[in-house]
């Protein structure tokens, strides 16, 4: 059985994760938070040397002033898989393009591609 993960919708969630996004929309909206799970703490193991990453304080400062919850996710949809990013036929200009390039040098710091190895191993044993 092939997992097939989409590297950039996994790329910005964890971003978010780290952030502490999903579990403050629910604690803000349903004055509760998220359930924990393995794979979450795996995230936070993996990256947590990587939290006071550029793209995190930068992801941290554009979220707060963004309505719209589904913003970065639409947006890396715009992009190639990472490490490329590259802009895509249906490309749409988005006032938050210099966070790509952010998010770009974030996969190689932390080297991502290595992370969703190891996941992807442990799932399959």
Do not use: H
């Given at each position: 059985m092939?997992?097939i993960?989409?590297?950039?919708?996994?790329?910005?969630t964890?971003?978010?994760?780290l952030?502490g996004?999903?579990?403050?929309?629910?604690?803000?909206?349903?004055?509760?938070t998220?359930?924990?799970?393995?794979?979450?703490?795996?995230?936070?193991?993996?990256?947590?040397?990587?939290?006071?990453?550029?793209?995190?304080?930068?992801?941290?400062?554009?979220?707060?002033?963004?309505m719209?919850?589904?913003?970065?996710?639409?947006?890396?949809l715009?992009y190639?898989?990472?490490?490329?990013?590259n802009?895509?036929i249906?490309?749409?200009?988005?006032?938050?393009?210099?966070?790509?390039?952010?998010i770009?040098?974030?996969y190689?710091e932390?080297?991502?591609?290595?992370?969703?190895k190891?996941?992807?191993?442990n799932?399959i044993?």
């Amino acid at each position: 059985m092939d997992i097939i993960v989409d590297q950039r919708i996994e790329l910005i969630t964890i971003i978010q994760t780290l952030c502490g996004y999903w579990d403050n929309l629910s604690l803000k909206f349903y004055k509760k938070t998220l359930f924990q799970c393995k794979y979450k703490n795996k995230i936070k193991e993996y990256f947590e040397k990587y939290k006071k990453n550029e793209t995190i304080y930068l992801y941290n400062k554009l979220c707060n002033n963004e309505m719209d919850i589904s913003a970065f996710l639409t947006l890396v949809l715009y992009y190639s898989n990472p490490p490329l990013l590259n802009k895509n036929i249906n490309y749409k200009e988005n006032k938050y393009e210099y966070f790509i390039d952010s998010i770009k040098k974030y996969y190689v710091e932390t080297k991502f591609d290595c992370f969703l190895k190891i996941i992807k191993t442990n799932i399959i044993k």
